[in-house]
């Protein structure tokens, strides 16, 4: 890879992540999705580290049970994988790869809170 994938991920990156604490409900997860019309939030430890993404999936396997009462944790359905936002875009293709993954967040370091994110289609774009 390289020519549009040498460019930095900040540049290719959505900024903002739409997230929840991990206490949150697959309920208030869900709100959040649909208010921000987003497919993912991800869930933010008591210790301000990434914990992993409710996606749009993962509330929607939820959805019968008591969604209000269920912790947004138990809906996380794809990892909490970060990337520094100056690595060349060619380094967010490797981690999406490697982990399996359809997004990633951005962020300085592990434990910040992230900064922006992105995912397959923003790389798709590049």
């Known amino acids: 890879m390289g020519g549009a994938f040498d460019v930095e991920v900040r540049s290719l990156m959505r900024p903002g992540v739409v997230s929840v604490g991990e206490h949150a ?3 208030q997860a869900r709100r959040a999705m649909l208010a921000h019309k987003v497919h993912a939030v991800l869930v933010i430890g008591d210790g301000g580290h990434a914990v992993g993404w409710v996606t749009a999936g993962g509330a929607l396997a939820h959805m019968e049970r008591s ?15 970060g990337v ?14 490697e982990h399996d993954v359809q997004r990633l967040y951005v962020a300085r370091a592990e434990g910040e809170h992230p900064e922006g994110v992105i995912g397959e289609l923003d790389l798709l774009g590049a």
């Open 25 to 27: 409900t697959v309920e």
């Open 84 to 97: 520094h936002p100056n690595e060349p875009a060619s380094r967010a293709v490797e981690l999406l790869r």
């Open 67 to 81: 969604a209000d009462l269920t912790p947004a944790g138990a809906a996380i359905d794809e990892p909490a994988v």
